[in-house]
Every structure is written in C-alpha cells, then in structure tokens.
C-alpha cells in the first residue's frame, strides 16, 4: 500500500499499512497531514476521496498488486450503495467502532471495539482473551494460536454478523474461515486470531476481511463506506 518516508520525521521508507497516514510505531515530530490533503492542494484530484479494492485471495498472483486505490471522484463506484460509518480517529490511521461480534441468532461480544483497517495484516486479529470468546462463541476450536474448525463441516458453522456505527454485514463460513496448509496438512482455521500486541478494546482487521468489501474513505464528510461483494 502507500508508505511514506520522510528522514526528518523517522518514518521507515516501506508501507505502514495504514495508506501512507502514519506509522504506529514511531513518535511524529510534525504536525499530521493527510496525503488527501496533500493531493487535493496540488490539483491531483478534485475531491479528497479514495477507494480501496482488495483483490480477492483466490485471484492474487506475483506479478500483480493484491489492491488498488482510486482516488477522487469517479464513475466507477455508486457512493449509494455503500454503508457509510462514522470515523472514530481520523489523524494517522482510520479507525472505526465495531459494536458488537456475533450470530444472527445473538451477540457473541457486545463489547465496544475500535477496529483499525492495515493491510498488512493478512489476518484479523483481537485480544488473546476476546479472540477465544468469539472464536469459541463460532464453534472453532483452539489449537496452537489458531483456532480451528472441521473443513468437512465448515459450511455448518454459523454467519458472522459484524455490527458497526450505522451498519451491519453478514460473513458466511467462507468468507471468515480460512483454508491452507498448515505444518504440512491442509487445516481450516478462523481468520480471527489472538494477538498479544492488540489491547482489549481494540481489533485489528486485516486483508481477509477487507477483501470482501469496497471500501471507501471520504475525508471532508470524516466517514468510511462499505459495499459487501462476494469473493
């Protein structure tokens, strides 16, 4: 994705994942600017907008990018048939309230999350705690740090209901249980894994739940959109 490197500010000179907005890792000596922002003064684009097109991970290859970004205003992309949500910290990286995780039958976890869209992060990720909540909650099993689940018996497994600030999305078992092998076997597994680094109030959601959405980012209205596809 876009990275920024400025030697003057310390920040590394490969993608943070967080589209050139700011690396978490390092502390800002100047003042935060947008590339929007940056983009729109110098007549790059009419409109401080731009979306993300993940492509889907049965079509990714090595000699093409796995998404690209169009920015401003464009024909391509009907802005009615996107879920707008609210951005909760929009300095550095884009981040939105995830309120609840659960199944059409009920909430798993009702706990506020900020969740954190980083594309380098093939896998979503919580709380070592909250991870085993919800996967547990989905019927997977723990073994090792993933949780896993019968690949005979996949399409048994429950919809993932995903409730933003204002929006609503439905994951089949496919779209949010993974198939690859692992230490030499194939195993199907929860792209929701526990990661020590991630506070409790926090998710991070990385490119297997992004690919399954358009996603658009409208600085001036400070939202975030999604339009669900099928991968």
Not at 76 to 102: D, Q
Not at 144 to 155: K, T
Not at 188 to 208: E, H, N, Q, R, Y
Request: glycine share 8%.
């Amino acid at each position: 994705m876009l990275g920024v490197y400025n030697p003057r500010v310390n920040l590394p000179a490969f993608g943070d994942g967080h589209l050139g907005l700011g690396h978490p890792d390092v502390e800002r000596r100047l003042t935060d600017f947008s590339i929007l922002d940056v983009m729109s003064s110098n007549n790059m684009i009419n409109y401080k907008r731009f979306t993300l097109l993940c492509v889907c991970s049965t079509h990714r290859n090595n000699s093409e990018p796995d998404a690209r970004i169009v920015f401003g205003s464009h024909a391509s992309v009907n802005l009615r048939a996107f879920h707008m949500v609210p951005l909760v910290a929009f300095r550095g990286s884009w981040k939105l309230h995830i309120l609840s995780l659960g199944t059409p039958t009920g909430p798993i976890s009702q706990r506020l999350l900020v969740g954190m869209l980083d594309s380098t992060s093939w896998l979503s990720k919580l709380s070592v705690a909250h991870a085993e909540t919800v996967n547990t909650g989905l019927g997977a099993q723990k073994s090792g740090n993933l949780y896993v689940v019968d690949c005979n018996r996949m399409d048994q497994m429950p919809i993932l209901r995903i409730a933003l600030d204002g929006a609503q999305f439905d994951l089949q078992p496919r779209a949010y249980i993974q198939q690859d092998v692992v230490e030499g076997r194939m195993r199907c597994f929860s792209s929701i894994v526990p990661d020590p680094a991630v506070k409790s109030g926090g998710m991070i959601l990385g490119m297997t739940f992004m690919e399954h959405f358009i996603i658009t980012f409208d600085q001036q209205q400070r939202k975030m959109g999604f339009q669900q596809r099928v991968c």
